[in-house]
């Protein structure tokens, strides 16, 4: 329709009452009065424009055939106006016959001509201008005073499933009645049916002119139309029961029209807003939220180029890469707010890591809140499966990579793969990475092949052969080289670090990048040794608060490193510190309090923390030379968007690295492979078990063809030189057979043609739904089956034992003394898991006193020991920097030791939930789990369920007062700033959200078991005979509980 229109026309009815069927009118040919020249004309040239327009916005129609609806508040059959226009009907298709040649002339014009107009026109409220929609909307309110023609259509105001017995009627009439329905269907156009003209400025109530219908009726006829009135009421009576018939096309389409225009305006009536989604088809609000929440009031212009492309509109798959801190995962929340919103599904967004999920979490959880969905954590021992299936609202998980593949496991196997609308997966590049990679591929490539509705987003700021990728994810890609400031590259004399570095500080924020853990500490304090007493006089205060709250997080203790650079505004940040420790550092970096971090590569693929001067002490990563990937992402921490208007990289270097840095600059991004096969069990072998275990693919073809779609599938060529792929594909089946795993079932399908089709084992499904890399599967299975013979209960040492993690114990190298020093303080009971598991007294103290060994023992076995001191230790007594000193190990790699052993036991678990024979171990672990998980007192478990309360922070809280959830997810904000020392603002609104978020799921998930408890059994028999009463014991329960 022309967007300059300056008038919409619309056909409505008047009624006594307002009915929904209004939605189902449709209207059969009349008999149309003859016309002079140029009121003929007149109306052609309008139908000739409504059927150019007719084909616009189709959707289904709507019918009511409600009891209600046929009725009404029409009290008898016999004294209304309905049966007088029954009787008018009636009497216009006895005169049908009479009037062949002018209607047999009327349809054959109509459908010649191409200058007809119509007084019908369809258009969609979308195609007018703001204020026109507005008058319309305002002339809706008041359609009880839109102008009508009742005589003009006489079949207009009869309910839908009354139409049938009328069509039926003038199918028996003659033969030119069905031939004007030929001609009309085959048109699509409705030449004799008359509607009105709604306009903008003015509506007039026009009177019912039934002069036509009084001239036709006569005396004679009475008793034809008592019949008729009888066969009515039969069939009104009949039809309340039934459901309404289905019509031609051309009826349908009539009736689908006017029921979209009608439901438009009964939106739009009833709206109380004219808010339709003016952020990227989002409400309003949520702009208002990324202003509140985070200070982001626009967008960059890639981002709106991203956001308006065809193919994400289209909802294909999609590719995109930007340099570190150009903005991605704005463009990525946004995708996700419209699929959770907009079209009501669930999303899954994959992080890389812990600490990056629960930062997600945290920023997320305040959305969720406020626009009613729920934000649910996936990483170490947190996460259900299959997750809860919400009644309205919808989830955002937001998983780590293992947890992602789970929770895509839980999805497939209960059939609820397609309640996953998105997928988004940051760093993609990581696909090429090891295990890891292979596990992300696997995910994705089981959603590829399950579902055809979700839509995958990756994004990246270090891909170099994205081809493949495309071809993997069968997506389209997006770049740009955007960065919010200019990025320059320096050669500078290392002889001059604390020159660089005074020049930005105490003002700016700097990053100095170290090849080691001690080498960031060495640098922290070499550079504060010449900073200038000035230095200590800057935020002083919040200084000296920020070490007060490492002593209480600490239980007392604080490193002598960070003790002496602390007030300098001057830090070192590793893997060797405790999260509680690393995250109270971040935020006094994020406030300014910290000025200066020096920090290993972890960071730079770790959380959020921009600078305005990135230093690189040395093109190193421990012994490895810099790779262009983590080259890239070091410096991109150099004024990130929002932060800093610019920033600047030097990378410090010895004249022998001199030639590979300039490679190292100038070369393309190192190229990404898959680690599939590479990786053997943790990849191919758990692949094909999953898809047996899944029934994805169960025969040797089927499994074949996955492979192809795969990114290994896409880079076949390039990386298998010795083996085809179907060589490895019967090879790895085979292993898998082997290993007692899958089992082999040969079918015949002819005489000459057979098929191998493979069923999982029980220990097969055991390993795949506990996610056990399968080269310890049969080692864990003997572990549990020996420990059954003595399992010893006086302590936890032997669940801990059968909880710690295998690919943990090759990394280990026992401190002999202090191992026969933990071994002599074993109490008798704790002695005796040790002679189980083979490990003597003897033997430990020669290996301490360095005496040669003679008697052969299992070296993992000894090692696992050894970490199952640390693990038991840590548990006793809860303070991570006393068993630090007690063992001689960092702080960094005991908490690793506890966050892995905390997953891993969260893995048996699942693993002896498939096991019979293991039924002793469920309770026990599901216990020891939530132990290791937080590794606290029992009373602050409650308070760090909640995303960003470490152990320092749940004291804090407790100790104010805030002793559970419900504390929390009430509390007020600004209240706990006054309470908890060194809690930001933005901190304490993200702990009260993350708490409500938390409360909200579990008071739907009891919502949930309710409603499961009260439904009727689906297979109840002799349903249909009891239901009433039935109902009413279930509506007394109900009120009960």
Request: proline share 3%.
């Amino acid at each position: 329709m022309d967007e300059g229109g300056s008038r919409i026309r619309r056909r409505v009815s008047v009624r006594k009452r307002n009915r929904p069927s209004l939605g189902s009118i449709f209207a059969f040919p009349t008999v149309a009065p003859l016309k002079t020249g140029d009121e003929q004309e007149e109306e052609e040239e309008v139908e000739a424009g409504s059927r150019r327009r007719k084909t616009v916005g189709l959707q289904p129609v709507e019918h009511n055939d409600s009891e209600e609806d046929m009725f009404g508040d029409y009290d008898s059959f016999t004294e209304n106006s309905f049966l007088a226009q029954v009787n008018d009907l009636e009497q216009k298709y006895i005169l049908l016959s009479e009037q062949r040649k002018h209607a047999m002339d009327f349809a054959t014009e109509d459908f010649c001509s191409e200058s007809i107009k119509n007084k019908l026109s369809v258009t969609t409220v979308s195609n007018f201008t703001e204020h026109k929609t507005d008058e319309h909307t305002e002339n809706l309110r008041e359609h009880k005073d839109v102008p009508v023609e009742p005589g003009t259509d006489v079949l207009y105001d009869l309910p839908s499933s009354q139409v049938l017995y009328f069509e039926n009627l003038q199918n028996s009439s003659n033969d030119l009645g069905d031939q004007l329905t030929k001609e009309r269907n085959g048109s699509s156009s409705f030449p004799n049916t008359v509607s009105e003209e709604l306009p903008h400025n003015c509506v007039k109530q026009l009177q019912p002119n039934d002069e036509s219908s009084s001239k036709v009726r006569n005396n004679s006829d009475t008793s034809r139309r008592k019949s008729i009135k009888d066969h009515l009421k039969s069939t009104m009576t009949g039809n309340a029961k039934a459901q309404t018939p289905i019509f031609s096309r051309s009826k349908q389409l009539k009736e689908t029209l006017l029921s979209e225009e009608i439901n438009v305006a009964k939106k739009t009536i009833e709206s109380s807003s004219d808010d339709l989604g003016p952020f990227y088809s989002l409400p309003s609000k949520v702009r208002d939220l990324y202003v509140q929440f985070k200070g982001i009031e626009k967008l960059y212009e890639w981002q709106h180029t991203c956001l308006t492309l065809s193919s994400v509109q289209e909802r294909k798959n999609l590719i995109y890469s930007l340099p570190t801190s150009g903005g991605k995962t704005l463009v990525a929340e946004i995708l996700m707010l419209q699929e959770l919103l907009c079209r009501r599904k669930d999303v899954l967004m994959i992080l890389p890591y812990v600490a990056i999920v629960q930062e997600k979490i945290s920023g997320l959880s305040s959305f969720g809140i406020e626009l009613g969905f729920f934000v649910e954590e996936y990483a170490g021992s947190k996460g259900r499966f299959p997750p809860i299936k919400r009644r309205e609202k919808k989830s955002l998980y937001i998983a780590t990579i293992e947890k992602g593949h789970s929770l895509v496991n839980s999805l497939i196997e209960t059939g609820r793969i397609d309640s996953l609308g998105m997928v988004v997966v940051d760093e993609l590049h990581m696909i090429g990475e090891g295990s890891r990679g292979a596990t992300l591929e696997m995910t994705l490539a089981k959603i590829l092949y399950t579902s055809k509705t979700t839509q995958i987003i990756g994004m990246s700021a270090t891909l170099n052969n994205v081809e493949d990728l495309q071809d993997f994810l069968q997506a389209e890609y997006y770049t740009s080289q955007f960065r919010p400031y200019s990025d320059t590259l320096k050669k500078m004399d290392p002889d001059h670090l604390v020159a660089l570095v005074t020049e930005v500080i105490p003002n700016y924020s700097c990053l100095v990048f170290c090849p080691s853990k001690k080498n960031c500490e060495n640098v922290a304090e070499m550079i504060c040794k010449f900073l200038s007493k000035e230095y200590l006089k800057h935020r002083e205060k919040e200084k000296c608060e920020v070490i007060k709250n490492l002593r209480n997080i600490s239980s007392g203790n604080l490193c002598p490193v960070l003790k002496r650079t602390i007030p300098f505004g001057v830090a070192y940040h590793h893997s060797g510190l405790t999260s509680d420790e690393r995250r109270l550092l971040e935020e006094a970096y994020s406030t300014g309090t910290l000025c200066l971090l020096t920090c290993t590569s972890t960071l730079a693929a770790g959380v959020n923390l921009p600078a305005r001067r990135v230093i690189l002490r040395a093109p190193y990563v421990a012994k490895e030379f810099l790779k262009r990937n983590q080259y890239k992402q070091m410096i991109g921490r150099a004024g990130r968007a929002g932060i800093d208007s610019t920033g600047e990289s030097i990378l410090i270097l010895q004249e022998k690295d001199k030639q590979q840095v300039l490679e190292l600059i100038s070369r393309p991004l190192e190229n990404c492979y898959s680690h599939l096969v590479q990786e053997f069990t943790k990849g191919i072998q758990t692949l094909f078990l999953s898809l047996i275990g899944l029934k994805i693919a169960t025969n040797l073809g089927d499994i074949y063809h996955f492979m192809n779609g795969t990114f290994f599938g896409v880079q076949q060529k390039t990386l298998l030189k010795e083996k085809s792929l179907w060589e490895i594909t019967v090879e790895s089946l085979g292993y898998l057979t082997e290993k007692g795993l899958l089992q082999k079932d040969t079918v015949y399908l002819s005489e000459e043609e057979s098929q191998c089709n493979f069923h999982i084992t029980k220990l097969g499904r055991a390993s795949f739904k506990g996610t056990i890399d399968l080269a310890y599967c049969d080692i864990l299975y003997r572990d549990l089956k020996k420990g059954l013979e003595g399992l010893v209960l006086e302590s936890l040492l032997h669940l801990i034992y059968l909880t710690t993690p295998y690919d943990l114990v090759s990394q280990c190298d026992p401190d002999w003394m202090i191992y026969f020093r933990q071994f002599s303080q074993l109490s008798p009971a704790e002695q005796n898991v040790a002679a189980l598991l083979g490990v003597s007294e003897s033997f430990i103290g020669k290996k301490a006193s360095g005496q040669a060994v003679r008697k052969k023992v299992d070296k993992d076995i000894v090692n696992r020991l050894y970490l199952s001191f640390v693990l038991y230790t840590l548990l006793k007594e809860t303070n991570i920097w006393s068993v630090s000193e007690k063992f001689n190990m960092s702080r960094g790699y005991i908490q690793n030791l506890l966050t892995g052993a905390a997953s891993f036991s969260s893995c048996v678990l699942h693993f002896c939930e498939e096991l019979e024979e293991f039924w002793v171990y469920r309770a026990l672990l599901v216990e020891l789990t939530k132990k290791l998980t937080y590794c606290v007192k029992a009373e602050l478990i409650p308070l760090m369920e909640v995303t960003g309360v470490l152990e320092g922070r749940a004291k804090q809280l407790y100790n104010a007062g805030y002793k559970s959830l419900i504390h929390l997810a009430n509390a007020n904000p600004e209240v706990l700033i006054r309470t908890i020392d060194h809690l930001s603002r933005r901190q304490a609104k993200q702990i009260v959200s993350s708490a409500k978020m938390l409360l909200h799921e579990k008071a739907e998930a009891l919502q949930e078991e309710v409603e499961e408890l009260l439904r009727l059994p689906s297979d109840l028999p002799d349903v249909e005979a009891s239901s009433s009463e039935k109902g009413m014991k279930l509506s007394d329960a109900h009120f009960q509980i």
